[in-house]
């Protein structure tokens, strides 16, 4: 039960195959960004921060247009402890999200769960209103330009 149990607990509901311990998204799809995205995830919901680094990485280095491979780099900057860096990536990340509602089953959902799980929880919360409050900003500038400018 262990392995594939944190495996299940580490996909969840975003992704249904687990990576298996030989990690085959790093060794035969390193060009693949969905695939390097999903790793990082992985290990994101496994607690191994660090070694999600790498994984997010390139999957940003393939697609920098994917909300969720820069969302991730601010997750690992975060999760390991530096939230100046993780607010880099997210500041770049509100710009990218399409709808409220990507913003609430997206980087809020991934805030809250880091919160129950009890990862950087004061680093986390402080995040989440920041970038709760640039979303609303930017969600209601857009607003105003599609109504000709009137508040």
């Not at 580490?10 to 085959?24: C, E």
């Not at 390193?30 to 790498?54: S, T, Y």
């Not at 799980?117 to 857009?142: I, P």
Request: with cysteine; proline share 6%; hydrophobic share 40%.
């Amino acid at each position: 039960m262990g392995h594939t149990a944190s495996a299940r607990e580490a996909y969840g509901p975003r992704h249904r195959q687990a990576p298996g311990r030989r990690r085959p998204g790093q060794q035969f799809a390193p060009d693949l960004a969905d695939v390097q995205g999903a790793l990082c995830w992985a290990l994101i919901r496994l607690g191994r921060f660090a070694e999600a680094r790498g994984p997010t990485e390139r999957a940003h280095g393939l697609d920098a247009t994917d909300l969720n491979w820069t969302i991730n780099l601010g997750h690992v900057e975060l999760l390991t402890g530096d939230p100046a860096a993780a607010w880099r990536y997210y500041a770049e990340a509100v710009a990218q999200v399409p709808s409220a509602a990507v913003f609430e089953q997206g980087p809020v959902a991934d805030f809250e769960l880091f919160i129950a799980k009890g990862w950087q929880v004061k680093a986390s919360r402080a995040a989440l209103a920041r970038m709760r409050g640039e979303f609303a900003r930017r969600d209601g500038a857009r607003k105003q330009e599609a109504g000709g400018g009137k508040p």
